[in-house]
């Protein structure tokens, strides 16, 4: 569900002229773009106006060298100081261009991956904290089953709120956690 939503929700925006920057860390742009559009008809119309960037930690680190003309690559995924220039690069550009724009993020799980959470926390924080200055909207993917409570405690407290998804019985079931008046 998680990834159903989070598509959605750059959609929306998208419809509404809303610049959508994806940070990848599991998927290439391909993957991303062939799932849009089951979501959203002329996706690709989106990306040739500008609307869309990737920046992708993935495809390098999988030893794929294609070039997508909409994507800028980081070599490794733990390079946080590098991943955070191009986001604020990228943020910038978008906010030239439009009052504020849509960040996603698949997926936190990744990071910690490469790295550890105490790393992936640092990188976050203030990352976290430039989105919110800059009146953008993100949502950032994190796998439940893979991290313990204390990991989703510590990068949940710097988020306004949370979407839990939770699988019970053959049943989804979905909760909105702390988040009032967005």
Request: glycine share 8%; charged share 30%.
């Amino acid at each position: 569900g998680k990834e159903v939503l989070v598509d959605v929700f750059i959609a929306d925006g998208l419809k509404k002229g809303v610049p959508a920057l994806w940070v990848i860390t599991d998927k290439t742009a391909k993957d991303i773009r062939e799932e849009m559009k089951f979501v959203i008809s002329g996706y690709e119309e989106f990306e040739k106006k500008g609307l869309v960037k990737y920046i992708d930690t993935y495809s390098r680190s999988m030893g794929d060298d294609s070039n997508d003309p909409y994507s800028i690559y980081i070599d490794d995924p733990t390079d946080h100081e590098k991943l955070a220039e191009v986001i604020e690069v990228t943020c910038k550009e978008f906010k030239e261009k439009a009052q504020y724009y849509r960040m996603a993020l698949r997926s936190i799980s990744t990071l910690i991956a490469y790295s550890d959470p105490n790393s992936a926390f640092r990188f976050l924080s203030p990352m976290c904290g430039r989105r919110k200055k800059d009146g953008a909207v993100a949502l950032y993917v994190i796998e439940k089953g893979v991290h313990g409570d204390q990991e989703i405690q510590m990068i949940g407290s710097i988020m306004d709120g949370m979407f839990d998804f939770k699988l019970a019985q053959m049943k989804t079931f979905f909760s909105v956690q702390g988040i009032a008046d967005v």
